[in-house]
């Protein structure tokens, strides 16, 4: 039978935690002790599963004599760098090898991806579309250098995160109910995290028939790698003078149409704003949006206490007053603000409560680690309770790939027994950077060996 037709005692230890998120209350409330043995069994049952499917994580294990997962710093030798998913030669994409693309891909993957057609296709997108086409939904994301990371999903995984967004995302503070006017100031179309999340947001939070995006125009990654590549030409002095023109030209004529679509898309926001709506974008648009609301009158705390409003990033290179958040707030009036630690590689982005804190669902196995990403930090190098870590982590969500992965983030690990706000710890404070500036390489202990694996792999 189904797995959510099982009775508890039948499903695996992972399903079961997995499963927990239906009820987060009672999700985000339990204690790591108690946990720890759910979590430790479904590792090791994944591990067990994984190493048979993904020769890297076999040969990961080897290496590091790791036969089962018995403790949590079992995990640290298993996990991939982030910078993984972008190990390809650089040549495959120039040259457009997306044959030997898929052999790259394959190395990362749970289902064999080599028998995927390319045959007539002429950039990253078309390559996309074609693993889509073929029931391997992958998410790409372009870095700073411009190269391209490549994840691997099943249809599956994309449920899952989708059921986990429909339960955290607005947790504690409100929950999905299908019944909110949606407005995502984005494109509705893209082979990327923030379009996927669009789409799971739009899913349970949206009213039939009420979800607009600011542009229906694709997200396509070869524009932004190629211009994320540029940036990178520019600041090490090797674009030339015609580039530089053209790019900035070109930049300019998409700037002031975006800035006419969203003028005219917030019209569209005000008309709703006394009705819940749910609304995302990033700062400087929300900067945008009161700019234009108070040409047209409306004042501040005009939108439906219900109304759902996010609000992140987007604020480099862009000029903001400095108060710009508390702008926002006051404009948006006493709605419901949540918010989430995620990125591209989680299933399972950890919510923020009301104390500040980020939250980890019971699917995902938080290992904080030291700098070089090589060892376990525990309570017991902390100060205070507190202790700067690298975020990795093992997310039990993935059946297309493997959920073991070192970030590249900083953070701050509370290993108090109890949040501020009163539910179980540990917690991440809110205050989350990165150990390296954009465009420089981070140096992670494992990270060497795993990329010369992945080469000796395709280039046999």
Known sequence: MPDDEKEPDQMDHRTQLLDLVVDPETAYNQTAGDLAPAR????????QERRQQIPLLAKRAEDAGIDRIDDFSDLVPLLFAHTVYKSYPQSFYDKGR??????????????????????GVTDVDA????????????????????????LNHTMGDRARKTRHFKYSSGWPFAQADGDHTYFWLGPSAGRTSAVEAFLANAENWGRPGEVFALSDEPLLISEISELAAFRTRMANGTATPDEIAGVQQRSQA??????????????????????????SGMWGQHMMIIERARELGVRDGEFHPAS????????????????YKEQVDRFYGDVVRPAVYGMTELAQPLPRCEAGR???????????????????????????????ARFGFLDLAYDGRWGGLITGDRVTVDFAERCACGRAGPTLLDDIGRF?????????????????????AVEA
């Open 436 to 456: 390296v500036r954009p465009g420089e390489d981070d140096h992670i202990g494992c990270a060497g060996t795993i990329d010369a694996y992945i080469r000796g």
């Open 98 to 119: 997306w044959d030997r693309m898929l052999q790259w891909l394959d190395t990362l993957s749970v289902e064999d991806v080599t028998d995927v057609d390319v045959e």
């Open 40 to 47: 430790l069994q479904a590792a090791d049952e994944l591990f």
């Open 127 to 150: 390559w996309l579309e074609r693993l889509w086409d073929a029931g391997h939904a992958v998410i790409a994301t372009s870095g700073s250098s411009g190269k391209c990371s490549f």
């Open 308 to 323: 759902v409003i996010g609000a992140g990033g987007g604020v480099k290179g862009v000029s903001l007053p400095p108060d």
């Open 358 to 388: 980020y939250h980890a669902a019971p699917g995902l196995v938080m290992l904080p680690l030291d700098e070089s990403g090589e060892r376990l930090l525990t309570g017991a190098d902390a100060s205070d309770g507190l202790v700067e």
């Open 254 to 279: 998409k700037s002031e149409r975006m800035q006419v679509d969203l003028a005219k898309f917030t019209e569209k926001i005000l008309e709703y704003r006394d009705r819940p709506i749910f609304l």
